[in-house]
């Protein structure tokens, strides 16, 4: 099991980035998938979660705005699309296989989680 993210970096306040989360070892037809993030300092947070039954998608009430999650299961990528970035953005970003195929209660808490990304660092710059 691997999960790979990409497409983080330096970006201004105010713009946009899409990550990437591309997963090779298992299906994603099998198993959903996750967006976390860390802040130097602060806590990990859930972004956003993705089922593979029926795209049912899941986000933590201040991220559901401006953050989108995409599944794409030919291609075994799960991508987040972020816009109106925030210096508060700034994080390590990591995706993660939850071990279910749906995004169970709590799943923002990163339990029900099996395995993880090694992450990709977004860094909002004002």
């Known amino acids: 099991v691997q999960l790979v993210e990409s497409g983080g970096g330096l970006v201004q306040a105010g713009g946009s980035l899409r990550l990437s989360c591309a997963a090779s070892g298992f299906r994603l037809q099998d198993y959903a998938i996750a967006w976390f993030r860390q802040a130097p300092g602060k806590e990990q947070e859930g972004i956003s979660c993705i089922s593979s039954a029926n795209n049912a998608k899941w986000y933590e009430d201040s991220m559901a705005d401006r953050f989108i999650i995409s599944s794409d299961q030919a291609k075994n990528t799960v991508d987040l699309q972020m816009n109106s970035l925030t210096l508060a953005d700034t994080a390590v970003y990591h995706c993660?296989?939850?071990?279910?195929?749906?995004?169970?209660?709590?799943?923002?808490?990163?339990?029900?989680?099996?395995?993880w990304g090694q992450g990709t660092q977004v860094t909002v710059s004002s």
């Open positions: 993660a296989r939850v071990r279910y195929g749906f995004c169970p209660a709590g799943w923002a808490t990163g339990q029900s989680v099996d395995s």
